[in-house]
């Protein structure tokens, strides 16, 4: 038996599964510690599996791998998670990157102790500057601290479910790096725009999310190789959302200003990268 790869998901390794059985290449799922193995039954497809395998990394969503496993799909074929907890724990971990991770429980501790009688005193530590007494742009964190600071958990959830599955994205199929860019620039330009419309009192990781957003939909338009893209409904969503922004009706406040000023970061820094070979 050969392993041709790994995935940290097994019923995306199920569908590539089922393409190789429709290509007359028979192989199965070996569960591991993270995530699943392909392995392969015999040696005279390796080469051919493996340039599939890597062709399915790089655009896991195709229409072809779908379609296999209607054709080819075994509906008694079962998948082990472990225990339901630990699966869902596994899958979170895999699907991310360290900063991506990071940032996510650094948003997730800030809101729980806000929420746990520290509001005030968080609030005041990292709020924009000119947002309480004796504050300054001398204290240079706070123009960025604002986005690791959520007012409601339907700001946060939404907020941390985009940062996680496109962060991620960006994170383990492109390295630290860039994520790391948009992550500073979309969390801290946006922000000053957000000011000068509004004033300082706003927070949440929005300008980022967006930035992410923009990012991950032009790369995939623009370098369909590099491993990361945005279905268009997806897109559509997040635009329709932006436009829901400048109206009344979503029924709390919007930091447009970030919204924008993420998107417009995100955009920029894709239409520099996808100018690059791909480093995937």
């Not at 309480?132 to 939404?158: G, N, Q």
């Not at 929005?206 to 893209?229: E, F, H, Q």
């Amino acid at each position: 038996m050969i392993e041709i790869g790994q995935l940290p998901n097994a019923r995306a390794a199920q569908a590539f599964v089922d393409y190789l059985t429709g290509l007359g290449i028979e192989s199965y799922i070996e569960p591991l510690p993270q995530g699943v193995a392909i392995m392969l039954v015999g040696p005279q497809h390796e080469a051919t599996a493996r340039s599939e395998f890597a062709q399915f990394v790089l655009h896991p969503h195709d229409e072809k791998y779908l379609q296999a496993s209607w054709d080819n799909g075994n509906t008694q074929t079962k998948f082990d998670y472990g225990s339901g907890t630990l699966g869902l724990v596994q899958q979170f971990i895999t699907g991310a990157g360290p900063l991506t991770l990071i940032t996510f429980f650094i948003c997730v501790l800030v809101y729980a102790l806000m929420n746990l009688g520290m509001g005030n005193t968080l609030f005041s530590a990292l709020s924009f500057a000119g947002a309480v007494p004796d504050s300054d742009v001398a204290e240079i964190w706070r123009v960025f601290t604002p986005s690791l600071m959520h007012f409601s958990a339907m700001h946060i959830i939404f907020n941390l479910l985009w940062w996680w599955y496109l962060g991620g994205k960006i994170e383990t199929r492109l390295g630290s790096r860039p994520l790391l860019f948009l992550l500073l620039m979309a969390g801290t330009l946006p922000n000053i725009l957000q000011f000068f419309i509004t004033g300082p009192n706003f927070g949440g990781l929005s300008g980022v999310v967006y930035a992410v957003v923009g990012y991950t939909w032009l790369m995939g338009v623009r370098n369909p190789n590099c491993g990361i893209g945005l279905p268009p409904s997806y897109m559509g969503f997040m635009m329709v959302w932006l436009v829901l922004g400048f109206t009344d009706l979503l029924g709390m406040p919007i930091a447009n200003g970030a919204h924008v000023g993420g998107l417009l970061v995100g955009l920029a820094q894709a239409l520099f990268d996808s100018r690059k070979p791909s480093q995937v």
